[in-house]
């Protein structure tokens, strides 16, 4: 099966801008998919298709993708936005299975 | 709004079954598809497999051989089965809603997760 590998963690000064990265074979043919964790809670998606946002997720949070890397970014980083963020995506060899990054400890400074 | 309610023991013995059932309201379970994610403590997620609404399944390799994924379509309901559990499958375990793209599946709505702990 594929990995997805990623930052263990990032930090980020309050209303700067953060990019986190998920780096996989995988993304040369497939999109990346990201949701964001609080502790205690499950998961949520906050990009999918590339570069789109599920209703109620903030505009700040955006999506790219280049080669084997895919990239998160939250533009103006808010207080609320500090959790663990997970890539997805599917697996290289079996486009029906699926694997998720990592994961990166995002901090707001 | 689409809803998933997960129900089943937070305690199982090493070596028996472990069964979690999820409860889809707010929409049809005959579309989409349904999986099954985990997260051992302090650990990362992990894709346990998925099943369709016709009972059509895909499960992830490493825990094919003890796994069975089932659908009620009369109760909106699905479930797994996880059969001789050890220490290594306790987890926080997440039933989700499946979507699918041209080039990327991905997961948007989720349960409220069950730790289940194996004892021995």
């Known amino acids: 099966s594929s990995e997805l590998t990623q930052d263990l963690a990032v930090s980020v000064a309050l209303g700067q801008t953060v990019n986190i990265t998920c780096q ?16 205690g809670q499950a998961p949520v998606l906050v990009i999918y298709n590339k570069n789109n946002r599920p209703s109620g997720i903030p505009h700040r949070f955006s999506g790219s993708t280049s080669r084997d890397t ?13 959790a663990d963020y997970y890539c997805q995506s599917r697996d290289s060899g079996d486009k029906q299975h699926f694997v998720f990054g990592t994961g990166t400890k995002v901090t707001v400074l | 709004q ?34 099954w ?26 825990l094919k051989s003890r796994l069975t994924m089932s659908v009620d379509t009369s109760k909106n309901e699905f479930s797994m089965r996880l059969t001789s559990v050890t220490a290594a499958d306790t987890a926080v375990y997440y039933c989700a809603r499946g979507d699918r793209g041209w080039l990327e599946d991905y997961f948007d709505y989720w349960g409220q997760g069950t730790l289940v702990t194996v004892s021995s």
Request: charged share 10%; glycine share 12%.
């Open chain 1, 24 to 39: 996989g074979d995988s993304l040369r043919n497939y999109y990346a998919s990201w949701y964001q964790q609080k502790p």
């Open chain 2, 2 to 35: 689409v809803q998933l309610q997960q129900s089943g023991p937070g305690h199982v013995k090493a070596s028996e079954t472990l069964s979690l059932t999820c409860s889809v309201s707010g929409g049809s379970i005959s579309t989409y598809y349904w999986n």
């Open chain 2, 37 to 62: 994610v985990r997260q051992p403590p302090g650990k990362g997620l992990e894709w346990i497999g998925y099943i369709y609404f016709s009972g059509g399944t895909n499960y992830n390799s490493s």
């Open chain 1, 70 to 82: 895919a990239s998160l970014t939250i533009t103006g980083a808010q207080a609320e936005d500090e």
